[in-house]
């Protein structure tokens, strides 16, 4: 159990920093940040890079980096904290994917990583037999009474 907490800190830290980099770098140049064109963003709602930066700097950056934290600290709701944020990751590459109308490799990458954290998040739920875990747990006995 202890790998599990450790990577799933590793890969929160690295998705928080990297969301807060990269948030920071479309609030400060919402025209082109990274070199990135805004005509990128053709098939979205934004003009610009500054909300999409924002969301990127707030929940994704932080959201990760507050989530790395809270599994140091192993409160009794850790589980759902990480596992909030990883769905947040793996829903903002789908979402990206759709509005920039494209697919690369660092999508790639960080969606794996959003299920990664999904799943670790899943086994810490199921260690602590917390809800939705404590439901499967009780379906399963319940089950294997009437076999």
Not at 26 to 36: C, E, F, R
Not at 90 to 117: K, R
Not at 123 to 147: E, S, W
Request: net charge positive.
């Amino acid at each position: 159990m202890k790998k599990v907490y450790r990577l799933l800190f590793i890969l929160h830290a690295f998705v928080g920093l990297g969301a807060v980099g990269g948030g920071m770098m479309a609030i400060l140049n919402p025209q082109g940040p990274g070199g990135m064109p805004t005509d990128a963003l053709k098939n979205s709602p934004f003009s610009n890079y500054l909300i999409p930066g924002i969301i990127l700097f707030a929940v994704i950056g932080l959201g990760n980096i507050i989530s790395a934290f809270i599994i140091l600290l192993k409160p009794r709701f850790h589980g759902y904290v990480s596992s909030i944020f990883s769905w947040a990751l793996v829903i903002w590459i789908i979402v990206q994917c759709i509005m920039l109308n494209t697919v690369i490799y660092l999508h790639v990458i960080f969606f794996i990583i959003g299920l990664v954290e999904a799943v670790l998040s899943m086994i810490i739920l199921f260690k602590q037999r917390m809800f939705p875990t404590n439901l499967i747990f009780y379906v399963y006995k319940q089950i294997r009474k009437t076999m």
